[in-house]
């Protein structure tokens, strides 16, 4: 009997030193050793913007930790020394920089601006001053006031140019050349120049060209024509069976 009395008054004791810390749920056979993955439902005391990095008696928070796919971010990240990889679908209000940030910007401008040469070898700016179908993103371009000739670039790196414009010449027997160019804030782009004979009266003559340059912020971007004869103008094409002609276009693309 005493024994049985001694028994008891220790399972009493035990169970009475057990600390109730809060429900743990256990979907995984339970042993001296339980993985961390069999445990679900546990507190966490981390606010939002943070997340745990140690769990054992207590809970530790990091700022700055996001690793599963679906996370919002809000506020300012910064990785410090840490990488961030395999991001998709960002979606940010504000600047994102880096080394290696691809910004994509591109700009597509066509125009039915016509000019003849009034002054053989002078270069004459082209406005862009249709509206109907310009395609930009990040290159500033304004198609309705007096700098309708001038792209601005917004984002530094490497782009690709495709450009075209058409002329006519109304000499009877001509024998001129129509040229075109880009300038980068005034200087021919290097590489950019392309010119054409005109043997033909009345003749639509197109003149394309294509080119690529490492461009700064803050760049500006004009198209120009001239010819060896004031015989010579930018004109529109004609006879095509288009419903729409234009006298140039211009294509600038961002690739890295």
């Known amino acids: 009997m005493k024994k049985l009395i001694i028994a008891t008054i220790l399972c009493l004791f035990v169970l ?6 809060g429900p743990i749920n256990v979907d995984e056979g339970f042993a001296e050793l339980m993985a961390w993955s069999g445990l679900y439902s546990y507190p966490s005391a981390c606010p939002a913007g943070s997340a745990i990095t140690q769990l054992d008696d207590s809970v530790t928070c990091t700022d700055g930790w996001v690793n599963i796919d679906g996370d919002n971010w809000t506020g300012n990240m910064n990785a410090g020394d840490y990488n961030i990889t395999n991001i998709s679908n960002v979606d940010a209000n504000g600047n994102i920089t880096a080394e290696n940030v691809f910004i994509l910007s591109d700009i597509y401008l066509h125009t039915d601006y016509a000019r003849a040469v009034s002054n053989a070898g ?10 109907g179908n310009i395609l ?11 700098t309708n000739d001038t792209i601005t670039i917004l984002n530094s790196g490497i ?9 006519n010449n109304t000499n009877a ?11 980068i804030n005034g200087i021919e782009l290097n590489g950019s120049g392309m010119g054409r004979h005109m043997s033909k009266a009345n003749a639509n003559v197109p003149i394309t060209g294509c ?5 700064t912020a803050g760049d500006e971007i004009k198209m120009q024509f001239t010819s060896t004869s004031t015989d010579t103008s930018l ?3 004609s006879g095509l069976y288009l419903d729409h002609y234009d006298s140039a276009r211009l ?3 961002k690739i890295r």
């Open 235 to 237: 004109e529109l094409q």
């Open 16 to 21: 009475s030193s057990v600390i109730y810390a």
């Open 136 to 146: 930009k993103q990040n290159i500033q371009h304004t198609y309705n006031d007096n």
């Open 251 to 253: 294509c600038i693309v």
């Open 211 to 215: 080119t690529r340059y490492n461009l």
């Open 173 to 183: 027997n001509p024998d001129d050349y129509a040229v075109i160019r880009l300038t």
């Open 159 to 167: 782009y690709d140019f495709k450009y075209a414009a058409n002329f």
């Open 122 to 131: 002078t270069w004459y700016n082209i406005s862009f001053t249709h509206n």
